[in-house]
């Protein structure tokens, strides 16, 4: 068990996902820059421990989604679970971060405040989307949330919860964009693979994107370059094996780490359903939206989610901003039909991008890591005060 540094505050942070791992590096480095006297632990990715994040368990070993998928990995995420209480029962850490990941991060609130650890959420669990009754947990157990959705806010209005809108933490690292959103004419037309970065959305959906891509090429009458982009935690050499088995015959280019290296480069991308489709619209790049979960994790959620959506842009929007493909629909056909018609009409993708430029306006300016971190420190002053 990693030992407490003597003379230093203790916060312990849990990320379950390589978006919270993106999160909570910006997080840890917003609050060291205004108290370096802090020992952090926790769960996180390379982007936190290389932060100075002591790591219990990295976030790739829990990194699932799906009713099924997370039974499949269930001894894992219990032993995490297990480590983690044994670490706040030892170390005592004086304020407890949890970044998204519900279902295990609401539990390990509920054991916090058992052990009086005061509890920040930052970037809240998605229950105005499904599971409504997960806010009793919010209300009983989380001290402080942090919203970075404009529409979560008037949400909480209802509950007995202190909340902050903090504003999203992907505009603290993305450029500011141009004041107009006219097409910029180019020779080159480059469209973007975005599979995910969980190992079982990989590989459900990196076949599909690959057959689709090759039948835009075909329908198309000019040379497109296909960019792959390969998550942090994604397993490269497992995507090139899946790549290698498809035969394709295209121009292909796989685009290691920040996918922003792939939005500097595309006119359109299609994603898999997720964190990366809003950092698409943040940085108005027009998208379509692929999903594929087992069956039994459709069907309950299906039942459960009472959205029209599954994009976070749609959401914000209260429109369709992206098409969206699920299930039998994500498939190679309907995908590069769906992809061509934007590629080829310029009023429509003129349209897309404008939509998604309000969105990115909606969202407000910079600064979530700096303003989440003054509200992390102030609660750990009030805990010490005690």
């Known amino acids: ?20 791992d993106l999160h909570g590096a910006h997080l840890l480095k917003a609050m060291k820059k205004k108290d370096d ?38 001894y894992s995420i219990l032993r995490s679970m297990n480590t983690i209480k044994t670490a706040i029962k030892q170390l005592r850490p004086e304020l407890l971060i949890l970044i998204d990941y519900p279902g295990f991060n609401l539990h390990m609130a509920g054991f916090a405040k058992k052990n009086q650890i005061p509890v920040l959420y930052y970037i809240s669990p998605k229950v105005w989307a499904w599971r409504k009754g997960r806010v009793k947990k919010i209300e009983k157990y989380v001290d402080h949330l942090a919203l970075i959705l404009p529409f979560e806010v008037d949400f909480y209005k209802n509950y007995q919860v202190k909340t902050s809108f903090v504003g999203n933490p992907l505009l603290d690292y993305t450029p500011d964009m ?10 080159t037309l480059a469209v973007g693979l975005l599979p995910g970065s969980r190992r079982n959305e990989i590989s459900r959906l990196f076949p599909v994107m690959l057959q689709a891509a090759e039948a835009i090429q075909k329908r198309l009458d000019k ?26 015959t295209g121009d292909f280019e796989f685009v290691k780490g920040d996918v922003r290296n792939v939005f500097d480069r595309v006119k359109l991308v299609i994603a898999a359903s997720g964190t990366v489709t809003l950092e698409a619209a943040i940085h108005c790049i027009p998208m379509v939206i692929i999903y594929k979960m087992s069956t039994v ?18 959401i914000i929007a209260g429109e369709e901003v992206a ?19 934007f590629l080829e009409d310029d009023a429509l993708y003129q349209q897309a991008r404008e939509k998604l430029f309000d969105i990115r306006k909606r969202l407000g300016g910079p600064g979530a890591s700096e303003r989440t971190a ?8 009030n805990n010490t005060a005690r």
Request: one cysteine or more.
């Open 1 to 20: 068990m990693i030992e407490r540094p003597p003379h230093k505050k203790c916060v312990m942070i849990i990320a379950g996902e390589a978006s919270g």
């Open 37 to 74: 006297a802090i020992f952090f632990c926790g769960i996180g990715g390379k982007k936190m421990q290389a932060e100075g994040l002591q790591a219990f368990i990295d976030t790739e070993s829990l990194a699932v989604m799906g009713v099924t998928e997370v039974f499949e990995n269930l």
């Open 178 to 187: 141009p004041t107009t959103m006219s097409i910029t004419k180019t020779d």
């Open 223 to 248: 040379k497109v370059t296909f960019l792959i982009s390969v998550a942090p935690s994604a397993d490269e050499d497992s995507m090139k094996q899946m790549f290698a088995g498809q035969a394709l």
């Open 297 to 314: 994790s459709y069907l309950l959620g299906r039942a459960f989610v009472k959205l029209n959506h599954v994009g976070l842009a749609s």
């Open 323 to 341: 098409p969206e493909l699920l299930q039998g629909d994500a498939e190679p056909g309907k995908i590069a039909e769906t992809v061509c018609r």
């Open 374 to 381: 003054e509200i992390a420190l102030n609660m750990i002053q």
